[in-house]
């Protein structure tokens, strides 16, 4: 029975692929009235393997994911402004394990104003799903995520001066214990910027964060400090950088907790070959909250890089790489052992983006993702193969 209904999936995900492929359909989207508000639906159907659905360490279990996800976009350009809006649900369907089957919503808007030398950007992002939260999680967990917040920009010859606030909530919905995690995060915001040379601006940053449980008596509230210095711009004809580096200082309320007084950094390089191949390096230090026993955070340690390289103008063809290190700092006991847990994740990936029109783009993509742990309880072995469909209408 599994494997028919693997056949099914596969014939209708290449069924309707060809019907999207029908010159019936045209991503011009759809005028509102004589006005300039452009109204976009838009859909995507996904088909997953994945043999390792639950990241389990020994007892692996293997499944067939389909995902259809229909949404809709509006576009709204005013004199020099742009509003947007973008509504979308997810619809994931297990073949054997039922249980993991998940709706989702996602609802972002921005709100973009540019009045000469000053921009205003307002955003709100609100997601409720049935996903882990991090690489630091196994179980998907249910949860409300809404991040919202405002920035300003006053740019005057050489000098920029940035503002921003933004309000982080998560609200876990699927068990109580995770309700003991539930939070609120209030980041301010302030970066000077200033051109010193032809294409690149040096800068120095300043933040100040608030991090609130609504339950804090297993999590401790805190507040954090960061210190930034950096550069963004052009560092050559054909490479761009955005480089921030700098101290955080991030203070536990309870006087027993560990404190993360440490070095940041924030990196990430864009450099182009040519006009078919592509390189992104990522880099980042910095402290998570976290939901692992009796720690408050996890420190993570990341590199990451993707290759583009384009085949034909149809055809992009794509490497990634990703290795990232989560250091906790209060010692837990696993399986007779006691020590601090430290884990090692890496994956590597491999795909093909083919835009079969200029609406209709096919992915197909192979994930292998390792965890390694000094507790061999939360090792892990995973492979995802993906192969999707997303068209504009």
């Keep these: 029975m599994k494997r028919v209904y693997q056949i099914l999936i596969f014939i209708t995900f ?34 997953q393997y994945d043999d390792n659905v639950f990241l389990d360490s020994s007892d692996e279990k293997d499944d067939f994911i389909v995902t259809l996800t229909p949404g809709i976009a509006l576009e709204w350009p005013f004199s020099d402004h742009l509003f947007r809006l973008d509504y979308h649900i997810g619809y994931s369907k297990y073949m054997d394990n039922s249980s993991q089957d998940a709706t989702s919503h996602y609802l972002s808007g921005d709100l973009d104003l540019d009045w000469r030398d000053v921009d205003f950007t307002i955003y709100d992002e609100f997601s409720y799903t049935y996903e882990r939260p991090s690489t630091e999680d196994t179980d998907r967990v249910k949860r409300a995520d809404n ?22 909530i998560r609200d876990y919905r699927s ?10 995060e209030h980041i301010y915001s302030f970066m000077v910027t200033h051109r010193t040379f032809p294409k690149t601006d040096l800068l120095f940053e300043y933040d100040f964060a608030q991090v609130r449980y609504d339950d804090n008596s297993v999590r401790s509230d805190s507040d954090y400090h960061q210190f930034l210095v950096g550069a963004i711009g052009e560092l050559t004809p054909k490479t761009t950088a955005t480089i921030k580096t700098g101290l955080m200082l991030r203070d536990y309320e309870d006087a027993g907790s560990t404190d993360f007084d440490s070095g940041v950094l924030y990196a990430e390089v864009m450099h182009k070959f040519s006009d078919k191949d592509a390189l992104k390096l990522s880099a980042s230090r910095t402290a998570h909250e976290s939901t692992y026993s ?17 085949f034909t103008p149809k055809l992009l063809g794509f490497l990634t790489g990703l290795y990232q290190i989560n250091s906790y700092p209060t010692e837990t006991t696993e399986g007779g052992e006691t020590k601090k847990r430290e884990d090692s994740y890496s994956s590597l990936g491999a795909g093909l983006n083919y835009y079969m029109k200029e609406w209709l783009t096919m992915t197909f993509r192979i994930d292998h993702i390792v965890r390694d742990s000094n507790f061999g309880i939360f090792d892990y072995d995973q492979n995802v193969v993906t192969l999707s469909a997303r068209a504009e209408f």
């Design 294 to 310: 009796t720690n408050n955070f996890y420190k993570a340690e990341n590199v990451s890089a993707t290759y583009d390289h384009y």
């Design 147 to 168: 991040r919202a917040g405002i920035k300003a920009k006053l740019q005057r010859e050489r000098l920029g001066i940035h503002l921003g606030y933004e309000n982080f």
């Design 175 to 184: 068990e109580d214990t995770y309700d003991v995690y539930d939070r609120k």
């Design 14 to 47: 290449l069924s309707i692929s060809l019907f999207f492929s029908s010159p019936l359909h045209a991503a011009e989207g759809l005028k509102f009235g004589d006005t300039d508000i452009e109204i976009i639906p838009w859909g995507e159907i996904q088909l």
